[in-house]
């Protein structure tokens, strides 16, 4: 997998406090993710969700708070409309966001579609380690 148009990721405490507002742990393998290739694109970027078929990943929302789809802004833009234990991560190219989702009930968080037109959600794998592996190029 590919990604274009990361940018440096500002501090590494970012990450930790992000971690600590929410009081949640980000998925290691993310977090690798994030200090590689802050806000960038994967390529290839389509994925399917239980439900759905070639669904499009636009970007990793940022941890830098300046940047234009950065974490911070959309987690708190996002929390009344969001169920409660979930925490996006993507975005897609229609306001549409890739979530974590951390079941109680669950060691590890699963990965979800919310559809922010709908407020629904999709799942797309139980864990993030998982998702990484979901993306592929579509057949024309």
């Given at each position: 997998m590919e990604w274009i148009l990361s940018k440096p990721l500002e501090s590494e405490a970012n990450i930790r406090d992000y971690e600590q507002k929410y009081g949640i742990e980000l998925p290691s393998r993310l977090i690798a993710l994030i200090r590689e290739h802050n806000g960038g694109r994967p390529r290839p970027n389509v994925f399917d969700t239980r439900v759905t078929k070639e669904r499009v990943?636009?970007?990793?929302?940022?941890?830098?708070p300046s940047s234009i789809d950065n974490i911070w802004d959309t987690t708190a833009n996002m929390r009344q409309r969001l169920p409660h234990d979930y925490y996006p991560f993507m975005i897609d190219q229609f306001g549409n966001y890739i979530c974590l989702y951390y079941d109680p009930l669950l060691d590890v968080p699963a990965v979800v579609f919310w559809d922010e037109e709908a407020q629904t959600e999709e799942e797309i794998t139980s864990s993030f380690d998982e998702y990484l592996d979901v993306f592929y190029e579509p057949v024309i």
């Open positions: 990943a636009k970007s990793l929302l940022s941890f830098n």
